[in-house]
């Protein structure tokens, strides 16, 4: 090696010892005739002193620079000692310097804060730079100790890792996949796999009992901040296992993760709740249980209403139900209005609300509500002076969705006036489980699985397969932390005879093209398939709510744009007719 301590390993026990250090010019001092430059590598800094013969060849010197020195470790003068470093108590006199590459000046400022004020698209361009901010390089750091986490964990457990296929066949009755032309089997396509699903499966059929895989997944979907085209999930799958196993087994995994990364201890078990408590109390199957603000059901009480659009919906069958954003009776006409927009988004035909101000409720629809439903939604709400109460109408999926939506929008509110706080590391981990195994679909006129179509019944709710779909719950789950699924999975299907009858009978998809999708697994499952299940959950998720950050593209090295573009390499790029002429491929542009 070049160097034989790194820049933040020294200290006032290794005084007049000669080192060699290599690195970065992190800054740059002259102090007439004495020059001081902070050297700087991925463990930290330490100060190097350059004069007599050297400090001319140091005046030449810009930040970023990457140096050697050699040089003899001094006690700094009292009045320089940094508290702040593990190497503040020290400098090395340097005697050697060798220049490897002199820098430009960087676009933009390679510290946290000037980092965090330019364009992201500018970070990204120069990523190779913004990787050498000190968070960035945290980032990546804790990236690592998770990924390490899991694996030391599934070792310990007996899991064995195995790699599976990128390449697959395309099966779009899911996320939109990408598609991989074969240049040796003229107009056929591999499909990139979205997850490792269906080899997981086969896996336990194998016998390997007990999988595990940092796994590669490509989905051609819309980018946000908190979704890439490619990501990495922590696959796993078990033999001989239930929903139990699969609790006690995952929750001391994320046990193992928070005490090796953030030396926090976790409580376990984690709450759970069922899927139809989760939509009533919150709106969401996600939900974020730091705060309140919990929805209210109504639907009994305006039956007889003399409020026509509430009776109208709650005697076709719909829900009618409230929530008590205390506190925010200060809202303004646009906040207002920007809330009644996002409740339009989903259906609503509006945001019917009530505030209370000076013992008043204000609101247009209050001249329709009786004594005894004033009472009842006072009593049932606690509401009192200064509250703000929002209401939805609609079938119950879409009026919980609603309020779910406007619950958030109205927690930020709170927030941002300082009668909330919401602590990113206020760790509210909880399982949503009893899911529905069948939703149904009025686009296609049939029932779509609500988690994939490997997913096994609840035992007792098998036999509604063939009456009433909806009614069956699916052995499935969600991990949930802060508003945020982790992850998700199953107890899977494995008789072939229900297998079968899923695909062909409740889902309707034709025998001949369950044949050519999912033939080779059906035939797995007659060669002695052993019970089993499994859960998969966002790697790069997980370490940003670990790196406290919101955006996924702050944990990965190198991430695409929303655009799905990569700023740097500047891909994607046309081709050229020689390639597409030998995969048979041509392209028609749009107008």
């Given amino acids: 090696m070049l160097r034989t301590h790194h820049c933040a390993q020294l200290t006032s026990a290794d005084l007049g010892t000669t080192v060699s250090l290599v690195g970065w ?9 004495i020059i001081f430059v902070d050297l700087r590598d991925r463990k930290g800094i330490t100060q190097v002193k350059f004069d007599s013969s050297l400090r001319e060849q140091a005046t030449h010197l810009k930040d970023e620079s990457v140096i050697g020195i050699t040089g003899k470790v001094e006690v700094r003068p009292a009045d320089m000692v940094n508290r702040n470093l593990p190497t503040g108590e020290i400098e090395v006199d340097a005697t050697g310097l060798t220049v490897h590459n002199l820098s430009d000046t960087p676009p933009f400022p390679l510290t946290d804060a000037g980092g965090d004020k330019v364009n992201e698209d500018l970070r990204l361009t120069y990523r190779y730079l913004d990787l050498r901010r000190p968070k960035m390089r945290k980032n990546l750091a804790v990236r690592h100790r998770a990924t390490k ?106 046990k193992k993760v928070w005490k090796d990364v953030l030396d926090h201890d976790l409580p376990t078990p984690f709450p759970r709740l069922v899927f139809h408590e989760a939509m009533n109390r919150y709106g969401v199957d996600k939900p974020d249980v730091r705060f309140g603000l919990e929805l209210q059901d109504f639907t009994g009480l305006f039956k007889t209403s003399s409020f026509k659009v509430f009776a109208s919906t709650a005697t076709a069958g719909g829900a009618v139900k409230a929530l008590n954003a205390k506190g925010l009776a200060d809202l303004t006409q646009g906040e207002i209005k920007a809330l009644e927009e996002i409740a339009k988004s989903l259906g609503a035909r509006g945001l019917a609300f009530i505030k209370v101000e000076g013992g008043e409720w204000k609101s247009p629809i209050v001249k329709f509500f009786s004594e005894a439903e004033k ?97 069956v719950r699916g052995q499935h789950y969600d991990v949930v932390l802060n508003g945020m699924e982790l992850g998700g999975g199953s107890i899977r299907i494995h008789q072939p005879a229900l297998q079968k009858k899923d695909f062909e009978e ?33 790697l790069d998720r997980m370490c940003a709510l670990l790196c406290g950050t919101t955006s996924i593209r702050d944990v990965i090295a190198f991430p695409k744009t929303q655009k799905g573009q990569c700023l740097m390499t500047q891909s994607p790029t046309p081709v050229t007719e020689k390639q597409l002429k030998e995969l048979h491929i041509r392209t028609v542009l749009p107008e």
């Fill in 149 to 254: 986490a899991v694996r030391d964990y599934f070792d310990a457990q007996e899991f064995i890792e195995v790699e599976t296929p990128a390449l697959f066949k395309s099966t779009p009755e899911g996320a939109r996949e990408y598609l991989v032309p074969s240049r040796i089997h003229p107009g056929q396509f591999y499909a990139l796999s979205q997850s490792p699903q269906q080899f997981k499966q086969i896996l336990m059929v194998a016998g390997v009992e007990k999988y595990f895989q940092i796994a590669r997944c490509f989905r051609d979907e819309d980018l946000r901040a908190d979704r890439q085209m490619e990501f990495t999930q922590v696959d796993v799958e078990a033999s001989f296992i239930d929903r139990e196993g699969i609790y006690a087994l995952f929750e001391g995994m994320l």
């Fill in 375 to 471: 009472a009842a939604l006072t009593a049932q709400l606690g509401i009192t002076d200064g509250d703000m109460v929002f209401f939805a109408a609609a079938p119950w999926e879409q009026a919980c969705a609603i309020l779910g939506r406007i619950r958030l929008e109205a927690a930020q509110l709170l927030v941002k006036r300082g009668k909330l706080t919401l602590r990113p590391d206020d760790w509210q981990f909880l399982w949503v489980v009893d899911f529905p195994l069948m939703s149904y679909d009025e686009a296609r006129g049939g029932y779509a699985a609500t988690h994939h179509p490997f997913t096994a019944p609840v035992p007792e709710d098998a036999a509604f397969l063939d009456s009433d779909p909806k009614k």
């Fill in 25 to 33: 010019v992190d800054s740059i001092r002259d102090h007439g005739g």
């Fill in 506 to 538: 409740v889902l309707k998809i034709p025998a001949d093209v369950v044949e050519s999708r999912f033939g080779y697994m059906l035939k797995a499952l007659t060669y002695g398939a052993p019970p089993h299940g499994g859960i998969a959950f966002g």
